[in-house]
């Protein structure tokens, strides 16, 4: 997944989208550990998608953070 498709969606969505791969994970790890994985590029790719959603939920976190600090001071 690239990462300009992650900014494209909303925080919802990206809320959703991370608790799935999150449990999608799970069950890679799993399927790994008992040998039933055969893709295990699966397990990489999965972490660093969840690690982009979390980049952009954080800079958007922070964004409205700042947003509210400063349009206090107006």
Same mark, same amino acid.
């Given at each position: 997944? &690239?990462a $300009?498709d992650? %900014?494209e %969606?909303d @925080?919802?969505a +990206? &809320?959703?989208? %991370?608790? $799935?791969? *999150? *449990? /999608?994970l799970?069950?890679? #790890?799993? *399927?790994?550990?008992?040998s039933? +994985?055969?893709? =295990? $590029?699966l +397990? #990489?790719k =999965?972490k660093?998608?969840?690690?982009r959603?979390e980049? @952009?939920?954080?800079? #958007?976190? +922070?964004?409205?953070q700042?947003?509210k600090? =400063?349009g206090? /001071?107006?």
């Amino acid at each position: 997944m &690239k990462a $300009s498709d992650i %900014r494209e %969606r909303d @925080v919802e969505a +990206l &809320k959703e989208l %991370r608790d $799935s791969l *999150k *449990k /999608d994970l799970f069950g890679y #790890r799993m *399927k790994n550990h008992t040998s039933q +994985l055969d893709d =295990t $590029s699966l +397990l #990489r790719k =999965t972490k660093k998608d969840l690690a982009r959603i979390e980049l @952009v939920l954080h800079e #958007r976190l +922070l964004k409205t953070q700042s947003d509210k600090q =400063t349009g206090g /001071d107006a």
